[in-house]
């Protein structure tokens, strides 16, 4: 199954694998994304596959939205990789968060 990426305004469905050979796709599709947008929801229910190449890109989009201040959002849990990335992100922000009130 291949990649497939279907938008309506901001909100965007990924269908299929996100995996290194097809990742160029998926990067080119939210290049500066947040240039034109304030918001962005990705819809990864009907994501059957992703690699480390795949989390690292949305990665990348959560990143550049935290940079801007602009909202993004994630529906579905995808895969127990990119769950634990974000949930480490997370914690390291509520860390932080905690220091600094000290």
């Known amino acids: ?3 497939t990426i279907k938008n309506n305004h901001n909100y965007f469905e990924i ?3 996100l995996v290194k050979y097809n990742i160029h796709l998926f990067q080119k599709k939210f290049q500066n994304i947040f240039d034109e947008r304030n918001s962005l929801i ?3 229910t009907g994501l059957n596959r992703i690699d480390s190449f795949g989390i690292n890109a949305i ?3 959560h990143n550049e939205a935290i940079s801007k201040q602009k ?3 994630i529906i579905g849990l995808g895969n127990n990789e990119l ?3 974000f949930k ?3 914690s390291v922000e509520n860390l932080e ?3 600094a009130i000290l």
């Open 59 to 61: 990665a990348k989009i």
């Open 15 to 17: 269908r299929g694998i």
């Open 42 to 44: 990705l819809n990864i």
């Open 83 to 85: 769950l634990d990335h």
């Open 97 to 99: 968060n905690v220091v």
């Open 71 to 73: 909202r993004f959002s």
């Open 88 to 90: 480490a992100i997370e």
């Open 1 to 3: 199954m291949e990649l």
